[in-house]
């Protein structure tokens, strides 16, 4: 199955604004953003945060975006908006702020869908500890579970997928690895849930990328990829393929072998180190094709299934290595 779109952070078109705006001393702004990431050759879609984002009239900001030649391919939930959500949105001590963040998440899944996009990611960051004895793990995942099933029956024909991260902001996330989450949304019960796979998030909470999206395709459904890299203690933002080059064409591999015919999206944090975010974006998408074609000539190796069976990883080692390097 072909994979063909491929989508943005975008607020990593901020960075380096100096080449894009060289009279502007201000920041740019969210449509200067958009307008500089659609200039990026192959890039069809952009994700969005709310609120951050979407301040105004979601239907026109929409057709905004559609009028550059991207689409929206979906809403990302930021908790930022409340001081309060430091100690956590959906399992926030407090009822009423709790009650906030249910709220503020149902009004972005309906801008999501005023834009035409069926998808809103949730990165529950905030929801965790920081000490031992800080909370009641069995009220805190009761609460956990109750929010994103609120949310979740908002709209049931909108997707709702689940970043996990094993920390930060917070020192412990609630929702930390790809097993933990496929729990909650057993618990939650929904349909219209699934899972983010983050590579650099699967990397340094001490997962094979490859494997967690697997074991998300048979138990829920992946419904998001964000590709990066990083030395797998933190979220580097690295371009893709910086580090773990085989890692990523493994997770490339199984994800297209499993059937997802989502859209591939950078998470990548160009604006760390103030690199051109267009031409970040388009090495991310050029890497991105060059290892999808070394997938396609792995998926017809016949060599490869036959290691694979034996679990000979010495010969497997020799065939993808072929495939990456050459004979």
Known sequence: MAITRFA???NSFGSAPHLAWPDQSGKPTFMQMAERASKAEGLTDVDLNYPDHVSSDPVALGLRIGDLGLNVNGLAMRYYTNPGFKMGAF???SKSVRREAIDLTKRGIDAARAMGANLMTLWLGQDGFDYNFQLDYAQAWDWEIEGI???AEHDPECLISIEYKPD???AQALLRDAATTLLAIQDVGAPNLGVTVDFAHSLYCGEQPA??????HRRSRLLGVHLNDGYAKRDDGLMVGAVHMRSTLELLRQIRRDGYDGALY???FPDASGLDPVAECEANIATVKRLLSVADRLDADNRLGDALARQDAVASMRIVNEALIGA
């Open 8 to 10: 943005t952070r975008l």
């Open 91 to 93: 399992t926030n001590p």
């Open 149 to 151: 099933r609120e949310v």
């Open 168 to 170: 930060e902001p917070r």
């Open 211 to 216: 494997y967690a999206a697997h074991l998300i």
């Open 266 to 268: 950078f998470d990548t």
